[in-house]
């Protein structure tokens, strides 16, 4: 059984970082592309960034290009979103993905396991 469990969100002042965490059981890690979406109150679930298996592809969603990164820790089962310059419009519930590509992280339809999310509120 795939779990994906997130950490580190929490409430933050506008400018200001968080770093979320999601530790990842029941897949073979290294063989998955992994990634963040989000969802914020009263609109859809988007992409935010992806990772490929191996580290050396990324996406970024243009909202969050420059002050988000990605990264992952195939050795800890883990991927995580460094979040800069945070702003209000990032407020959302930030879930973790697991995918067999990184494009498959574009969209939400094919992405095959989900963690339970973590609330992340930037206040102005």
């Known amino acids: 059984q795939v779990q994906l469990i997130e950490s580190g969100g929490g409430l933050v002042q506008a400018g200001g970082s968080l770093r979320l965490s999601c530790a990842a059981s029941?897949?073979?890690?290294?063989?998955?592309?992994m990634g963040w979406f989000r969802q914020a109150p009263g609109k859809e679930r988007e992409s935010v960034a992806a990772?490929?298996?191996?580290?050396?592809?990324?996406y970024y969603a243009d909202s969050v290009k420059g002050r988000f990164t990605i990264s992952r820790d195939n050795a800890k089962n883990t991927v995580y979103l460094q979040m800069n310059s945070l702003k209000p419009g990032d407020t959302a519930v930030y879930y973790c993905?697991?995918?067999?590509?990184?494009?498959?992280?574009?969209?939400?339809?094919?992405?095959?396991?989900w963690g339970q999310g973590t609330q992340v509120t930037v206040s102005s």
């Open positions: 993905a697991a995918a067999l590509s990184v494009a498959s992280l574009y969209s939400e339809e094919k992405v095959g396991s």
């Open positions: 029941g897949l073979t890690f290294s063989s998955y592309a």
């Open positions: 990772i490929s298996w191996h580290g050396g592809i990324t």
